[in-house]
């Protein structure tokens, strides 16, 4: 499978304990976005990068969450102290710039429990 | 901020039956509008960009800059359409995020 893969694809974890995901994009693509999706709302924006650089992050981001991508292939995205209103379906996505208007190819997803 | 609104959770017809899923959004400028489908224990993938004004497994989706929407249509809906459909849009070419709708459930029932 060449698409975009995620590890794992699923977490429970305990409230207050770190956790960490891993996104692996298609090969050649330089952008990586992370989004969440909660039950019965689409996708949201959380961070993108440009190959290692991170270009953006939205106000979903909060301080306890922190994204990598260290050399400019694969990413984690860390959150710290989970709580319940963590849990959710996190979503990498990755695409190439100049490349079909910028598609976005979507991996599986990892869903987070936090008991 | 944009935002895209799906009004409809959930959108049950017959196989055979036109099918409208609607799509508005709102943002001043001109954005890219996408739909996306998730197929049953599938990942989201996309289904259509108005960009490419092409039509995809029989959908069509025209965008309307006077209403702000960006309707996702079929003439004929076949029960391997059922999924899940989310209305999708970038700002501008030089922006990247997507901001998605919450989502319409399609269902076709034989």
């Known amino acids: 499978d060449t698409g975009v893969s995620q590890n794992p694809r699923h977490k429970i974890t305990k409230r207050g304990q770190n956790v960490t995901f891993r996104c692996d994009p298609i090969s050649e693509h330089n952008r990586l976005y992370w989004y969440r999706q909660t039950l019965g709302q689409g996708p949201e924006f959380l961070t993108y990068?440009?190959?290692?650089?991170?270009?953006?992050k939205s106000r979903l981001l909060s301080d306890r969450f922190s994204a990598e991508r260290p050399k400019g292939s694969f990413s984690t995205l860390e959150i710290q102290r989970t709580e319940q209103g963590d849990s959710a379906m996190y979503l990498c996505?990755?695409?190439?710039?100049?490349?079909?208007?910028?598609?976005?190819?979507f991996g599986p997803g990892t869903r987070l429990t936090v008991l | 901020a944009q935002r895209v609104t799906q009004p409809e959770k959930l959108l049950s017809v017959f196989k055979g039956a036109p099918v409208e899923l609607k799509c508005n959004y709102s943002y001043s400028g001109s954005p890219e509008l996408f739909w996306y489908v998730q197929y049953s224990r599938q990942r989201l993938q996309l289904l259509l960009r108005?960009?490419s004004r092409e039509s995809i497994k029989g959908f069509t989706a025209d965008l309307n800059k006077g209403e702000t929407s960006f309707h996702l249509k079929k003439p004929f809906a076949q029960e391997e359409d059922s999924a899940m459909y989310y209305c999708a849009l970038i700002p501008n070419s030089g922006y990247s995020t997507l901001t998605f709708g919450k989502g319409t459930m399609l269902l076709v029932s034989p």
């Open positions: 996505a990755s695409s190439l710039v100049g490349r079909s208007y910028n598609e976005q190819f």
């Open positions: 108005h960009i």
């Open positions: 990068f440009q190959n290692e650089a991170q270009l953006e």
